[in-house]
């Protein structure tokens, strides 16, 4: 209720700055930008409550299976804010953003362990090259759809960026990759995935 009223004084008053100024871009800017930013906290309930969108973990998500392709997802920032510990740095929040990857993957690959052959895409910030490569994973390219997506959620990306670095800290879209495996490429991977995970749970218990 908070974040909606916030949201409205916010149109409200740059509805008022638009009229009086003629500058009517500004009202139609920061509505697009608040949207962006709202969309999360009222989206993901009800995407999840209807199955179209599915947990693995709290920071990695699921589409339904398509066209022999499942959608993965890093969690929104509805789920940075509320699942993220505040105390933890930003390098433990990185830690414990990828270790929720790795476990959400390591369920997704239980469940679909007889179908070797679908393929799993996803676009992150967050994962490099290096370490999706390790993952099974291999660089694809980023359709212009997608792009136009990240493009118009910059804000939304901005704020949970900063959360998870705990500062601010403005991501650099073309750094940003889209990565496809398979279950078959994912299983000839799994002791790795599961080290890792391993590794960073520890690394989370205790921090040095």
Do not use: W
């Not at 022999?68 to 920032?77: A, D, E, N, P, R």
């Not at 959360?163 to 790795?192: C, G, H, M, V, W």
């Amino acid at each position: 209720m908070l974040i909606a009223i916030c949201s409205l004084l916010i149109v409200f008053f740059s509805g008022l700055i638009s009229f009086y100024s003629n500058i009517y871009f500004i009202a139609i800017f920061t509505i697009a930008i608040v949207l962006s930013i709202i969309a999360p906290f009222f989206d993901m309930p009800s995407l999840k409550k209807s199955g179209k969108m599915i947990y693995y973990s709290p920071l990695f998500i699921t589409e339904k299976p398509k066209n022999g392709v499942i959608k993965i997802h890093g969690g929104t920032l509805f789920d940075y804010y509320f699942v993220i510990d505040k105390k933890r740095n930003g390098k433990q929040r990185t830690n414990f953003i990828i270790q929720q990857y790795l476990q959400g993957l390591l369920l997704l690959l239980e469940q679909h362990e007889n179908e070797p052959e679908i393929k799993i895409q996803g676009t992150s910030y967050i994962i490099n090259k290096r370490t999706a490569e390790k993952l099974g994973f291999k660089i694809i390219e980023t359709d212009i759809l997608q792009k136009i997506i990240l493009a118009y959620n910059y804000f939304n990306i901005l704020i949970s960026n900063s959360i998870a670095k705990n500062k601010l800290s403005f991501p650099n879209l073309k750094e940003t990759k889209t990565f496809e495996t398979t279950f078959k490429q994912l299983r000839e991977r799994k002791d790795y995935i599961v080290q890792l995970n391993n590794t960073l749970k520890q690394a989370l218990a205790y921090p040095a």
